[in-house]
């Protein structure tokens, strides 16, 4: 189901107008072998080149750390785009190991925009975050093989309270 999405995505994908619109990251945060950072950095060019302005990133290991960087490194050559930052939760990154903590820090301290969505860790503050940002989106980019989980979780979500199938698998 996932690729015959991504070709009917990339048929269409020459007649979209995503002029001043929104994306939104999910993925996962292990990395699998046959991941493409190079792919990913293309499809968030893509978006760039379709009109999107405006990225939110949740900010969790893995996809969405390196979404970000690749974002703020495409800032460097499209200053118009906006990296958002969504932070579930107070110290989110308290777990994370050293050289992702020291990631997560420059991201936020370079993002356009951090927002808190709450002051401590609650069960359930990660799918908010995830809502919250799908909320606010126009196009989904997933990086998502797997059927439960957070990405996964994110997916439904989003093709459930979207018009039109505007998710971008990777």
């Known amino acids: 189901m996932q690729n015959e999405q991504l070709t009917i995505l990339k048929n269409q994908s020459q007649d979209l107008d995503l002029s001043g619109k929104a994306c939104a990251f999910t993925g996962h945060r292990e990395l699998a072998a046959d991941f493409s950072a190079r792919k990913l950095k293309r499809e968030i060019k893509r978006l760039i080149a379709l009109g999107i302005t405006t990225f939110y990133n949740g900010v969790a290991m893995g996809f969405d ?47 356009d925009e951090r927002i808190l969505l709450s002051d401590h ?24 093989n797997k059927e439960t989980g957070g990405a996964a979780y994110t997916v439904r979500y989003f093709q459930k309270t979207h018009d039109g199938n505007m998710v971008f698998f990777i």
Not at 70 to 77: A, F, N, Q, S
Not at 121 to 144: H, I
């Open 121 to 144: 860790y609650y069960r359930g503050c990660m799918q908010n975050r995830d809502r919250y940002m799908a909320d606010r989106a126009d196009v989904l980019l997933a990086y998502c």
């Open 65 to 111: 750390l390196l979404a970000a960087e690749y974002v703020l490194e495409c800032k460097k050559k499209f200053p118009h785009i906006r990296l958002i930052v969504c932070i579930p939760c107070y110290a989110q990154e308290k777990y994370y190991p050293e050289k992702d903590k020291a990631r997560y820090a420059n991201i936020l301290k370079d993002a």
